[in-house]
């Protein structure tokens, strides 16, 4: 409880004192650089497995002759939008984009790289956190985007290369009774988890005390905090979205 | 000049300095000494404002700087150059980028004028041709250098460095401590060193302050550290295999 109110202060201070907005508009696209176009690829490249395996395996338990093919692409389509896109790359991103911002400023901390900018005048969480914050928020929908995108294409692929499923009923699945409200879902889901992560995991770092072994503690943390807090959002987000 | 007023700072209930007053001289190099863990740090940290001390004051030319309003406190940070104990460099930054950070921050000048200033600094501190180096592919006395460079860049009126020596070889530790020494006379800046390294202490100490256990004890200069007759002080000046060869002399 301590830790969360400490949090929240942290959060406060991320908004106080800020830079100009030029300033945090260079910073913002340098960071948008290292959490968002450094991800693509590995996003892209998991997802296509997700929405493979997904075909593949929906495919192998559909056992029943009456059950239409294209059940099988309205199945990848949900378990994507809704779950596998924003949720399984929230972890991805967790163990990539997290761990480095808390080891970027847990490092930062202990070779007072902090204290420097703090004796320069400058608001130091807000000069490194709020940027962060703000590119973690406009690329995390961008990788989820991408991460559906692939893992619906590597779906379709993967379909008409076994012969699991011809294109058209793919194509004819993925539209089948398709409601947008789905998408919209997964982009709030996008936007909470993302804030979740990127704060989290710059908190844990920004307070880092000691050496390098509390370096990489605060990085073990930052994941697993930060994993535990999508998760459970997810779960809430659930329950208040999607009672409708 | 820079002057403390009965400064006191506790962390948890546990006392780490206790009604420190004391001035630093311009123009000279000042120095804090003691062994570790005495609070040396911490004193510098509540001189710059990275700590609020729960007691006292300080004051930069009689500018109250604890008390002192937003611009206040950003006009005398202007006036503030820091060098850390392993230089402090940010990682992400090239050498010129990290000297010229404090320009871009605080300066009001034309990105010509910033790199003259940037290329001047450095040369100073006798580093040229590394501008384009990253942090982590330059040596330790050389990211000294740079953090010298950046914490002048702004000419900046009161100069501190925690543990310049911290990690480095001694020779390469003369070449900083004189560095330090030419540069506090040269643009005439008021100096404080932290340092537990008694070569320094001979080396460039004007004015001197000794701290144990987060008190001060005793205030000098280095000709007079070595009969000061605080016992808790020679202990510290003649634990050095040098210095207890010269006591035997003396
Ligand atoms: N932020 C802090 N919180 C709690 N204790 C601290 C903090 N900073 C320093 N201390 C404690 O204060 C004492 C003096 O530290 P310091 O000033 O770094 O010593 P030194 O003289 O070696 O520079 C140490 O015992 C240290 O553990
Ligand atoms: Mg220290």
Redesign the interface.
Known sequence: MKGFGQYILFLGSTVVRMESFKTNYRLVLEECVQIGLKSVALVALVSSFMGAVTTVQTAYNMVSPLIPRYVISQVVREMTILELAPTIIAVIFAGKVGSSMAG?LG??RI???I??L?????NSASYLVFPKIIASLLMYPMLVVVAGASSLIAGYLVGNITGIITPTDYIYGIRFYFDDYSITFAMIKSFVFAFLISSISSFKGYYTQGGALEVGIATTAAVTTSVIAVLSADYLLAQLLYVR | MLKVNNISKSFGGRTVIEDISGEFDKGKTNLIIGSSGTGKSVLLKCIVGLITPDEGNVYYDLRNFTDADKEMKAEIRREIGMLFQGGALFDSKNVEQNVMFPLEILAKMSPDEKLDRVNFCLKRVGLENVNKKMPSEISGGMKKRVGIARAIVNNPNYLFCDEPNSGLDPQTSIVIDDLIGEITHEFDITTIVVTHDMNSVMGIGEKIMFLFKGRKLWEGSSADITHSNVTELDDFVFSNKVMQGLRKRT
Request: charged share 25%; glycine share 16%.
């Open positions: 970027g490092t930062m070779t007072e790289q204290d420097a703090e004796v320069m005048g400058i």
